[in-house]
C-alpha cells in the first residue's frame, strides 16, 4: 500500500473541504453540507443489522471484525486492482461494498460500487484513480464506527 500513498485506518486523514465546499471532520464522523451534516456510518442501518441478529452483541462483533479487518480488505483490493487481477479486484471489491453497506458505511458502498463498475469493464486506470477515495472514505467509516458504535457501547 506504500506504494499508492494512501493513508490507512492507523493514520491519520485531515479535515479537508471537497468540490462542493463542504468540510470534513473525522473526528466526529461528520461532513457538513450547508447547515447538514452528512454521516459517514448511517446508525439506523447499525440497528437494523442489531434486529437482523437479534441482539447488538453480534452486530457490535461484525462491526469490530470490519473495522479491524479495513486495512488488509484495502491492501487486498489496492493489490489486485493494481495487478489488474479482475477476479480478484471483483471478490475484494465486492466484499467490501456489501460489508460496508451492512455496517452503514453507504457512501463507502456507493464508492466500492463505482469502483466495481470500472473493475468489471476492465478501466483499471479509473479503478486505480477511485483508490484514493476508497481509502479516504474507508478511514472516515471506521473512524466513525470505532468512535459512535464500537467504543460507545463496550
Known amino acids: 500500500m506504500d506504494s499508492l500513498g494512501l493513508a490507512s485506518s492507523s493514520g491519520g486523514v485531515p479535515a479537508e473541504p471537497s468540490a462542493a465546499g463542504s468540510v470534513a471532520d473525522v473526528h466526529s464522523g461528520l461532513q457538513q453540507v450547508g447547515n447538514e451534516a452528512m454521516r459517514w456510518v448511517e446508525p439506523e442501518i447499525l440497528a437494523e443489522l442489531e434486529t437482523e441478529l ?31 487481477d479482475r477476479p480478484d479486484a471483483l471478490d475484494a ?3 467490501m461494498r456489501i460489508t460496508s453497506a451492512m455496517v452503514g458505511g453507504i457512501r463507502l458502498a456507493s464508492l466500492a460500487q463505482a469502483l466495481e463498475d470500472a473493475i468489471r469493464r476492465g478501466d483499471f486506470v479509473q479503478g486505480n ?20 458504535y464500537i467504543l460507545k457501547n463496550d
Open 129 to 148: 484513480a477511485l483508490l484514493a477515495g476508497v481509502a479516504e472514505h474507508g478511514v472516515r467509516t471506521v473512524s466513525e464506527l470505532q468512535a459512535n
Open 93 to 95: 471489491v465486492i466484499s
Open 54 to 84: 437479534d441482539g447488538p452483541e453480534l452486530a457490535r462483533g461484525f462491526a469490530r471484525d470490519y473495522a479491524t479487518l479495513w486495512d488488509q480488505r484495502f491492501s487486498r483490493l489496492a493489490a489486485s486492482v493494481q495487478a489488474e
